[in-house]
Each structure stands twice: as structure tokens, then as C-alpha cells.
């Protein structure tokens, strides 16, 4: 035998011995990279036999057969109709929406829905953070309505990069999921003339699960599946690679940022002195969530996002809503001073942690403060 012979007839019998060791055989759906492209094994390899893979339909909506859950409060009501005519053109046509006040409940009656979707609400408890309240929706009513569920906020809008699939193809192609995650294309922008044509991939996603095996929510970016198991990561695969994303508008223009801050009721590094913002704004300083802005609109761009529905959006309410807070002068200042912190951050981005492989908790702990960069801080906040 020669001596490639040799080591070739060497190297099959010692793999054949590590695959009957290990208790593994082969799989004919994956290539012969033994992986997807993305470092992982097998794992976004559908199970359905090449050949009988159905394609995609233009003509299909992306969502349909799939309800959505979404939250309103009314710092939403300026950008309501955007989200809602958004989801509609998907192929929407069933939007559960939670509401945790009377006034947010009678706002919803009189806001305009398009035809064909039909927006369900269910009024939430009050006292307790939105979060919580979220995890409290009764799902097993609601399981029956629609094969398919999407969780995802006002300011998340699903984004279809190609137009060949649908979610209900979807989870044919992978009959044993139960759940996918979309993850997050990040679209902040500050001028309302000059909204972003390109995002950049976030730290996180939303959920799309099948009705049937929702168990709970398990928090803002997960459901449990099963009610046996209380994982929310168990049955679930990432499907970015597929063309779906979740376009995330963390701030529809710089008023936006304002109104999440004041308005806030949630308990998270992002809003840690949402009590002291307008103390902080008096003084030139810039709350936590203002200097992520400038943190997000520092990132280079590169995938190309949903056009912004500004001839939706109702700026003049939105204003309406940033008066109860602050005066035009003060606004102004505070825009100049966001201006000035995110000059000075330009020049220490390179001393930040990169993004999205640290998460916006993480960053709101140690981004400095504006005082900071004036002085010529050299740390990093918190630390």
C-alpha cells in the first residue's frame, strides 16, 4: 500500500471509531462543512428532505397567520399609526394591545386603525412596571386567535430583507421549533428630516413563537415554552441569516428620547435618573438615555432599513407632550448640549466597548458623564 494509501485508509478508520465513540451519524441535510457559515452545528438546517422544500410566495404576506403583542402608553400616540399601517402592509391582521391605564384605554378608542387589522386591547394592571404587567396576559386566551405570535414594541418594526418568505414557511421549514428570535436592527436617529436609510445589528431581538406552545412571557424579548419548561432559550432558534429582522427605531427623532426619558416607567440602567432628568438638563448635563443616543448615532451603518413614515407621524402632539416637561428654550439648550457630548464621545469611541457585543445595560453604566468629557475624564463612568 502506498503511502497515501496508508494515512487515507488510517484517518477514515480512526473517524469511523470518534463517530460510533461519540454516537453520532451522519446527517444529510448538512454540507460537508459540517456547519451553516456561522459556526454552528447544525443548527439552522432544516430537517425537511431537499427537494420538498416549498419556496415562498411574493404575494404571501410575511405575517400571515401571525398576531402580534405590542404595549401603548401615550408617548406612543405621536407614532401609533406608523407602527399599525407598518404592520399592516405585512399581512397583519390581529394586534393585541396592552394598555395599564383608563386614559391609555380611551386614547386607543378614538386612534385610527387601517382596514383589515383589527386591534384588541387588554387592559393590564397599573400598579406595577410595564414589564411585569406584560408577563400577567392571559396567553391561553389568546393562543387560539392566530397560529403564530410576535412580540414587539411600538418602536420595532419586523423587516422583511427578502421578499420569498414568509414566518409560516418559516416554521415548516423546521417543524420541531418552537420558537425564533429576530434580531434587532438598530435605526435611532435624531433629525426628523433626515431619518436613517441604513441600521446596524443590536445586542438582542424579539420573539415569533407557535400559539399553540407559548406558555408566558417570559420578559420583554421572550416567551417560556412548554408549560413544562420555563426556559425561554429551550425550542428556539436565531433566524437573522434567513432575511428577518426586527428594525428597532430606539429613537424616532431627538423628542422621542425626551419623551421615553420623562414619561419612563421602567427600572433599568437606561432609566436610573429618569426622576432627576429635568434637574440634570437644567444644570447641561445629560440623563443616562440621551448620552445612549449619542453612543447609537456614533455607530457606522450598514444595512439598509425601512423608510421612516414621517408623514404618519403627529410631531405636533409629540411636541404637545415634550411641553409638559420642558420649554422650547429649555429643549433647545439641552439639544445643544447633546450635541456637544456626542462630539466629545466621537473622540473617545475608540476607548468605549465595541457594539453589539455589549449590551445598552451594560453601556448605560459606563458611558461618562458630559461634565466628565469636559474635564477630560479618562476613566470610564461608574468605575
Not at 267 to 293: N, W
Not at 294 to 320: C, H, I, K, S
Request: aromatic share 10%; glycine share 6%.
Amino acid at each position: 500500500m502506498s503511502l497515501r494509501g496508508w494515512l487515507k485508509h488510517g484517518l477514515r478508520h480512526s473517524l469511523a471509531k470518534l463517530l460510533r465513540y461519540a454516537g453520532l451519524t451522519s446527517d444529510p441535510c448538512i454540507a460537508v462543512d459540517g456547519g451553516n457559515g456561522f459556526g454552528a452545528q447544525k443548527l439552522l438546517r432544516s430537517s425537511i428532505p431537499a427537494g420538498s422544500q416549498a419556496q415562498g410566495q411574493v404575494s404571501d404576506g410575511v405575517l400571515e397567520d401571525v398576531q402580534i403583542i405590542t404595549r401603548f402608553c401615550s408617548i406612543e400616540a405621536p407614532y401609533w399609526s406608523c407602527f399599525l399601517q407598518h404592520y399592516a402592509s405585512l399581512g397583519a391582521s390581529l394586534v393585541h394591545v396592552c394598555v395599564q391605564s383608563d386614559a391609555e384605554l380611551f386614547q386607543l378608542e378614538k386612534s385610527f386603525c387601517p382596514q383589515g387589522l383589527i386591534c384588541r386591547v387588554h387592559r393590564l394592571m397599573a400598579d406595577c412596571t410595564p414589564a411585569q404587567a406584560l408577563k400577567t396576559l392571559d396567553l391561553k386566551a389568546i393562543s387560539s386567535s392566530a397560529s403564530f405570535t410576535l412580540l414587539a414594541d411600538a418602536d420595532e418594526y419586523l423587516s422583511p430583507l427578502r421578499n420569498d418568505l414568509n414566518i409560516k414557511q418559516l416554521f415548516a421549514l423546521f417543524p420541531e421549533t418552537a420558537q425564533f428570535y429576530l434580531p434587532w436592527l438598530m435605526a435611532p436617529f435624531v433629525d426628523i428630516n433626515c431619518p436613517r436609510r441604513y441600521g446596524f445589528w443590536g445586542h438582542i431581538g424579539k420573539p415569533v413563537i407557535r400559539s399553540e406552545r407559548m406558555a408566558a412571557i417570559s420578559f420583554d424579548h421572550g416567551f417560556s415554552v412548554d408549560h413544562s419548561d420555563a426556559n425561554h432559550r429551550s425550542h428556539s432558534l436565531p433566524v437573522g441569516l434567513f432575511g428577518l429582522a426586527i428594525t428597532h427605531y430606539w429613537s424616532r427623532g431627538f423628542r422621542d428620547c425626551l419623551l421615553k426619558t420623562f414619561f419612563n416607567k421602567f427600572t433599568d440602567a437606561k432609566s436610573a435618573d429618569s426622576r432627576e432628568a429635568l434637574i440634570l438638563i437644567r444644570r447641561g448635563e445629560l440623563p443616562v438615555r440621551l448620552r445612549l443616543l449619542a453612543f447609537l448615532m456614533l455607530q457606522d451603518d450598514y444595512v439598509p432599513v425601512p423608510e421612516w413614515q414621517e408623514d404618519v407621524t403627529n410631531r405636533g402632539l409629540e411636541e404637545a407632550l415634550v411641553r409638559q416637561f420642558l420649554s422650547l428654550e429649555q429643549e433647545q439648550y439641552c439639544r445643544r448640549r447633546f450635541n456637544r457630548y456626542q462630539e466629545l464621545l466621537r473622540d473617545r469611541l475608540d476607548h468605549m466597548p465595541l457594539y453589539p457585543a455589549t449590551s445598552l445595560l451594560t453601556m448605560a453604566k459606563l458611558l461618562p458623564t458630559l461634565f466628565e468629557l469636559e474635564s477630560g475624564f479618562h476613566g470610564q463612568s461608574g468605575h
